[in-house]
Structure formats: structure tokens, C-alpha cells
């Protein structure tokens, strides 16, 4: 094989898009990407610590050609307290790079792959909890494009949906932690093109003139809603379905899964404000997803008499009702340790084997072993405190340190207990028992 030219990347963030590649040959293409934690405006008055590619959410636009071969830099920011990776679903290969590329802080990763097959595609940190690193924002999109490029249009830009998970509601101000029960049942309270209300509105909004072509290339990072994606006033001429080959015509409302993107085309006739939503439309008015293309020119009054301004559009609020809790049937508990220890295990292998592994012998210098752990064993006290509230801080375990994050587990006392009699029990560990009354008195 001979070889390639090599190119830096340009890498843009939203809404810009990196220029159409116009090279008829392939290249060795070098992406530097670094992750990073910090702390930004989610709404007006309300603050979110995203973890991010490239510091915003969404993270950079990534533009290669079909037959590129790319030579992926991955470094996880010094400051970060978590290890973090990229599955790009541009990769065809184990993970799409998952593990290759996974990085504790202060560290950089470095692998290759080839893009066969072109497309639009998602690209997110698959790093344990996986859910949560999503939620915070670790996506973005990487467009291959085929061989003979795309279509010349005027305009180009990346819109990226995601959901969100906080534990005040809608507008409640100042810093909102991530809201782990939210997110298991996909009820988020904000959901957002681009990383934050407002991000495509007022001075923010995307621009066209009348009569210009628009392409939009727009991804869903989820981590949990399927989008209808809908621009009000528009129709879209031409979306490559899924981010794919396939052509459509003439579509109203496109589905972008979780995790997937569309590309959508279309010609501007006439001036005014189009709004861009998920159509699923409580999401656009009241939690959030809602941006806007202000296009300037020439009024077409026999394309569109009326009036140009869609002032009902105002955001409603998000205050709800509820109705009074029924109390769930009482829990099977554990009548003994043996019993204990077999109900420890399938609390282990849902909430900790993630980060931990089955084998408990966690990943080094991220997550540390619980088998054989000097730093368990001394005193278990110290696992029920680490489950019930979280670790942070330097720690030492079998003479490793580990200065990382470990987030607090929210189980009931029966389970906490069973969980650290399973790991007290497991992997060789010498044995001991945990009972809930003990779990009790550490939450005090
Ligand atoms: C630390 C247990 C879930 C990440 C620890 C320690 C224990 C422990 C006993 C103290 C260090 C040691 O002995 O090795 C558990 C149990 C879990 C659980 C029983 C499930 C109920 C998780 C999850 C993650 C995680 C889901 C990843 C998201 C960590 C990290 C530390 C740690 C990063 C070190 C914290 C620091 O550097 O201060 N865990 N863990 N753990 N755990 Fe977990
Ligand atoms: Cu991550």
C-alpha cells in the first residue's frame, strides 16, 4: 500500500460545519480531540457541569471522505475527574474505537481506522456508566462523505439534539446536578439542540437568504428520546434518511433515532422565522427544543400572503401536577448471609460490575479492584460510606492512588447490604457480613 497524504482535520463546533472536502483522493486524516469537564450555562440562570468533546456540546463537527484513513488523538483533559472514550459509528471495528481509545485524565490515546462506508454518523464516549456520560453531553457528529461529495448548497449547518436530566425542574436556577432516577425512566426535563436553551434563538439563530439552498446535518446524541425533527414552515426537499444513501422527497417530519442523524435539504422561497423542533412538541415549548433559521429577502406573496412572526409560540412553563404515591409491594429480604451473598450478586452485576468488572478487578488507574482490596478490607464501613454518599478524593488501594469519582449508588439499605456482603464474599475476599441496621446508622 502506498502512502497517504496526511491532513489535519478542521474540526468546527455547532452550528458551523467544517468546508466540503475537495479532494479526489484519499488521505491520511489526524483528528485531535480532547475531553473535558466544565461547568456551563444550561438556561437562563441555570448551570451544568457537561462533560464534553472539545469543551461544547455538541462536540466538533468531524468532515472525511469515503476511503480516508483516520489517525484518531483522543486526550482526556489533566483537570477531568473521570475516564472517558469515543465510539464513533463511523468505525467498523470492535466498540467503533470504544476501548482503544479509552483515556484516564492527563493521558492521550491514539488509534486508526478506515471510513468504508459514507454516511452521517453519531460519535459518543461509551465509558461506564454510559448513560451518564451521554447525558452530560459527550456526543457529535462525523460526516463521511462519498466519493463524488455532496451537493453544492449555500448553506451548511450541524444541529445536534440531546436530552437532559437535572434535579430541579424546568428553569429552577442555579448549578442542577445530573438527575440519575430521571434518566433511567427518560424523563427528561430539558431536551435541546445544542447543548442549551437558547443555543439557535435571538442572536444565536441560524441564517439564510431567500432563494438559497439549506443543508442541515443534524444528530440525535439521546441519550434516551427519539427525535421528530420538524422545521415549522418548511418542507424538506430531500433527507438522506437515517444519515444513509436513501433518498427521500418532499418530507415533513424526519425520525432521528438515539444515537443516529439525518441529513435534510431544503430551498428557502420566502423571508421569516422557521422554527426547528422535535415534533413530539411539549419538548420544543416547554422543555426546551426549540431553534430558529431567520431567513431575510423578498416577500413571495403568492407563495405566502401572511403574517411572518408565529408570536403564539411562546414558551408555556413546565410546572406539573401529581397525584398521591402508593406504596409498592414489600421486598423479598435476605434471611441469612448465604442468602445475602446470592442477593448481593445480581445488585453487583447491575450497579457496579460496569465500573468495578465482573471479575472485581476493576480497570487501573480508573476504577479500582474491590478483590483483594486492601483499602475494602481494612474496613467496610468505608464501602457502604463509598455506595450511600459516593468517593471522591485521593485514595490509595493496594498501593495504587486513584484521584477520580465514584457517584453516589442510590439502593435501599437491604440491597446496599446485600451488595458489600457479595463483595466482602467474592474473588478470594475473607468474609464478613453486612446487615442493613448498620446501612441505616452510616446514612446518618
Ligand atoms: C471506589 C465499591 C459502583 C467507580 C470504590 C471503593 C469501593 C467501591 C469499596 C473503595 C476503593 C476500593 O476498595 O477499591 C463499589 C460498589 C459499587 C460501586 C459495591 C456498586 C454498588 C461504582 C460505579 C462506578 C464506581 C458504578 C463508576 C461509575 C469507583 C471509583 C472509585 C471507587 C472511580 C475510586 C474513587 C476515588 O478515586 O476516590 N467503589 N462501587 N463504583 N468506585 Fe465504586
Ligand atoms: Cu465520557
Redo the contacts with the bound molecule.
Keep these: 500500500e502506498g502512502e497517504l497524504p496526511i491532513i489535519d482535520a478542521v474540526l468546527t463546533y455547532a452550528p458551523e460545519v467544517p468546508p466540503p472536502i475537495d479532494r479526489d483522493y484519499s488521505a491520511k486524516v489526524r483528528v485531535k480531540m480532547e475531553t473535558v469537564e466544565t461547568v456551563m450555562r444550561l438556561a437562563d440562570g441555570v448551570d451544568y457541569e457537561f462533560w464534553t468533546f472539545g469543551g461544547q456540546v455538541p462536540g466538533q463537527f468531524i468532515r472525511i471522505r469515503e476511503g480516508d484513513e483516520v489517525e484518531f488523538h483522543l486526550s482526556n483533559h489533566p483537570d477531568s475527574k473521570m475516564p472517558h472514550n469515543i465510539d464513533l459509528h463511523a468505525v467498523t471495528g470492535p466498540g467503533g474505537g470504544a476501548t482503544s481509545s479509552f483515556t484516564t485524565p492527563g493521558h492521550t490515546s491514539e488509534f486508526n481506522f478506515k471510513a468504508l462506508n459514507p454516511g452521517l454518523y453519531v460519535y459518543h464516549c461509551a465509558t461506564?456508566?454510559v448513560g451518564m456520560h451521554i447525558a452530560n453531553g459527550m456526543y457529535g457528529l462525523i460526516l463521511v462523505e462519498p466519493k463524488e461529495g455532496l451537493s453544492k448548497v449555500d448553506r451548511e449547518y450541524y444541529v445536534m439534539q440531546g436530552d437532559f436530566y437535572t434535579k430541579g425542574s424546568y428553569g429552577q436556577q442555579g448549578l442542577q446536578p445530573f438527575d440519575m432516577d430521571k434518566a433511567i425512566s427518560e424523563n427528561p426535563d430539558y431536551v435541546l439542540f445544542n447543548g442549551s436553551v437558547g443555543a439557535l434563538t435571538g442572536d444565536n439563530a441560524l441564517k439564510a437568504n431567500v432563494g438559497e439552498t439549506v443543508r442541515l446535518f443534524v444528530g440525535n446524541g439521546g441519550p434516551n428520546l427519539v427525535s421528530s425533527f420538524h422545521v415549522i414552515g418548511e418542507i424538506f426537499d430531500k433527507v438522506y434518511v437515517n444519515g444513509g444513501t436513501t433518498e427521500n422527497h418532499n418530507v415533513q417530519t424526519t425520525l432521528i433515532p438515539s444515537g443516529g442523524a439525518a441529513i435534510t435539504e431544503f430551498k428557502t422561497d420566502v423571508p421569516g422565522e422557521y422554527i426547528l423542533v422535535d415534533h413530539s412538541i411539549f419538548r420544543a415549548f416547554n422543555k426546551g427544543a426549540l431553534g430558529i433559521l431567520q431567513v431575510e429577502g423578498k416577500e413571495n406573496k403568492r407563495i405566502y400572503s401572511g403574517k411572518t412572526k408565529y408570536r403564539v409560540y411562546l414558551p408555556e412553563g413546565a410546572a406539573t401536577q401529581s397525584i398521591a404515591n402508593t406504596k409498592p409491594a414489600p421486598q423479598k429480604v435476605a434471611a441469612n448471609k448465604q442468602q445475602r451473598i446470592e442477593m448481593g450478586k445480581s445488585?453487583?452485576d447491575n450497579?457496579?460490575a460496569?465500573?468495578?468488572q465482573p471479575t472485581g478487578l476493576?480497570i487501573p488507574k480508573?476504577?479500582?479492584?474491590?478483590a483483594n482490596?486492601d483499602?475494602?478490607l481494612k474496613d467496610p464501613n468505608?464501602?457502604i460510606s463509598?455506595?450511600i454518599h459516593g468517593?471522591?478524593?485521593?485514595?490509595t488501594?493496594n498501593g495504587e492512588v486513584?484521584?477520580?469519582?465514584?457517584?453516589a449508588?442510590a439502593?435501599d439499605d437491604e440491597r446496599v447490604a446485600n451488595?458489600?456482603t457479595y463483595?466482602l464474599n467474592t474473588w478470594g475476599n475473607n468474609g464478613g457480613e453486612v446487615t442493613p441496621t448498620q446501612v441505616k446508622a452510616a446514612r446518618k
Design positions: 461506564a456508566p445488585v453487583y450497579n457496579c460496569a465500573c468495578h476493576g480508573a476504577f479500582p479492584p474491590l482490596s483499602y475494602l468505608r464501602a463509598a455506595i468517593l471522591n478524593g485521593k485514595i488501594v486513584y484521584d477520580s469519582v465514584m457517584p449508588v439502593l451488595v458489600v463483595v
